[in-house]
């Protein structure tokens, strides 16, 4: 294990990772909960706080990197979801709504149950094994992309939680002196995940008005 990367994420610790690793938190309970378009944004957020915390182990041109295909699969998401939003219909879209809002109960609760989940495991198990900032960055992401991929009823949830999920395991890739190929691998899965999800997300839509343009006819 990188006795650098430690003292790094120790030094942080004492000014910002407490506050960074809530937000990780609160994200996660955002992607559980919200819909595509949100989950975006907490999913964008979500990244910055990771490449926060990664910056002062890996730093430049790493970190870079990193930040670089984010911003990639995030546009991709974006341009994708805006694609949809403007060829939407607007009987469909109200439908797709009303479906959403009569599950946020549900995922408010798996939200709230993954939080004290992730609770349990960073108290009883993880801060035994690693740092307990460290601990509570990657249990908090798993657990996040764990229930958020239950619940993905999108392609591009799941792309999401596919994606928060690696940002776990970049974390843990990230004590043992990371590798810049490796690192670049990262990266281009980050883009070829947000890409897939996105195809998918695509198909869903197209078989949806596939249906509705059926029952019309």
Partial sequence: MSPTFLHEFASLSSSYTPQ??????????????????????AFL????????LLWPSVRLPLAAVMLLASIAAVLVYIVTE?????????????????????????????????????YGLVQGYASNLLPLAVASTVVSLLV????????????????????????????????????PLVWGLWAVCDVLVA????????????????QTAGECG
């Fill in 82 to 118: 805006g694609r949809l939003l403007i060829k939407a219909r607007h009987v469909r879209h109200t439908s797709q709504r009303r479906s959403f809002l009569a599950q946020v109960p549900f995922r408010a609760l798996a939200a709230a149950l993954g939080l004290l989940v992730t």
């Fill in 144 to 179: 996040s992309s764990l229930v958020v991929v239950i619940l993905a009823n999108t392609g591009l949830q799941t792309g999401l939680a596919v994606q928060t999920f690696i940002d776990a395991c970049r974390v843990l890739y990230a004590l043992w002196q990371p590798d």
């Fill in 45 to 52: 957020v979500q990244r910055l706080i990771v490449v926060s």
């Fill in 195 to 210: 890409l897939a999800a996105c195809y998918l997300r695509k198909t869903e839509v197209a078989v949806v008005e596939r």
């Fill in 20 to 41: 960074l690793v809530a937000g990780l938190a609160i994200c996660g309970a955002v992607l559980v909960v919200s819909g595509d378009r949100l989950a975006i944004v």
